[in-house]
């Protein structure tokens, strides 16, 4: 099992994407210490959870560390290159979901929360991640409300 954590990369560990802040980082790190905490395991499962958590903090140490990152970055293959987010070119776009959510706060469409999930949709894209499936049904959920509503993610010059 030892190997197994040592084949995940440190990001793989923290379960953050490449382009994660520092505090991304330390936030992810404190959850999966609080997961994986060895007083928490069985008995049996002790020994893996310590592994674990030490390979999680040596992740952390690395990944918050501007130089130590910098270097390890270079020793990484590079990173493959997602498939686009959403189906049409034009939901691929940041800055059209932040100027839908724009929209529908002005407009008062849909409820805060689809609002909120736009936004968080162009704030994704602008960092190249991709939203989780719950995420992205609500970030669809709120396209197809502007949508309906009259929102023209084509005007005012955006194009694909």
Known sequence: MEDFWRSLTHYQ???VSRNATVEECKQQRDLMLT???????????????TDRTTAIVQAFKVLS????????????????????VFSETIQNVPTV????????????VGRPFHRTMA?????????HQQPS??????????WELAIHDGFDPESDGFDN
């Open 119 to 127: 936004y968080k949709a162009g704030d994704l894209l602008d960092k």
């Open 65 to 84: 560390d501007i130089d130590a990152r910098t270097r390890y970055d270079l020793s990484l293959p590079p990173e493959e290159v997602d498939e686009l």
């Open 35 to 49: 997961v994986w905490h060895p007083d928490k395991a069985p008995e049996q499962y002790k020994s893996i959870v």
């Open 97 to 108: 979901w932040k100027k839908m959510a724009a929209w529908m706060a002005k407009e008062d």
């Open 133 to 142: 499936d719950k995420q992205k049904k609500w970030m669809l959920e709120a």
């Open 13 to 15: 560990l923290l379960e």
